[in-house]
């Protein structure tokens, strides 16, 4: 089974911030993924890669960047946080392009102010 | 409309009962995984099924990708199942192993 965990768990910034988000996984997967979620709907696709270098476009994409450095860490970069983005994200990896389980990290729960 | 449908939305039941909870699909799912997010909110994994039927313990999930659903049945609910559970769907075309999530299903022991 992945392990993925997550850096912090919790933070707390001002609107205008800039944040990072880390995300490490030590099961060799190819793919990692940044989701967020918020109250009323279930986990939307921010970012994700298939290695180290490469970034994909997910589904709500705006206001955030994201780099993969290697094949284990994975960031979620957000560089003017605004209050729209307080929600809790969720980093996952999978060991294949399709037909192959994610597994999630624990979260992190970011407020913006 | 939603790509990804579960219901019912909430479920409050008693200990010890059997619940059923449904996932229909308006994309072509290929798998589907079904996740607990407990009350600290970490997501488990519970099942990852292509068509078929999987069981474990007290969970059993179905998946039919004709008719476009998935189920997840609870037997002898304990408070310990308590949280939101959703389904995920994968669908060719999407692009590298992408889920498209379920809006949950939020799922009460009264003891």
């Known amino acids: 089974e992945a392990a993925v965990t997550q850096s912090p768990r919790n933070k707390v910034t001002v609107t205008g911030g800039n944040v990072t988000l880390s995300c490490r996984q030590t099961n060799s997967h190819n793919y990692m993924y940044w989701y967020r979620q918020d109250t009323g709907h279930g986990l939307r696709l921010i970012h994700y890669s298939y290695g180290a270098g490469n970034l994909q476009i997910g589904d709500v994409p705006d206001g955030y960047k994201a780099t993969r450095t290697t094949q284990e860490d994975f960031f979620l970069l957000l560089e003017l946080a605004s209050p729209s983005q307080t929600s809790l994200y969720f980093c996952?990896?999978?060991?294949?392009?399709?037909?192959?389980?994610?597994?999630f990290g624990p979260g992190t729960r970011l407020t913006v102010l | 409309g939603d790509k990804v449908k579960q219901s019912p939305s909430a479920l409050s039941l008693q200990e010890g009962t059997n619940s059923a909870l449904r996932c229909n699909f308006s994309i072509a799912a290929t798998t589907v995984q079904w996740f607990l997010q407990n009350p600290r909110g970490s997501l488990i994994n519970l099942f990852y099924l292509v068509p078929g039927t999987k069981e474990n313990g007290r969970l059993k999930s179905a998946f039919d990708s004709k008719e476009s659903y998935s189920t997840l049945h609870i037997r002898d609910a304990q408070l310990e199942d308590s949280g939101t559970y959703f389904c995920a769907a994968e669908a060719p075309g999407t692009g590298s192993n992408r889920l498209t999530f379920g809006k949950g299903t939020k799922f009460s022991l009264i003891p």
């Open positions: 996952a990896s999978s060991d294949a392009w399709n037909y192959a389980e994610q597994f």
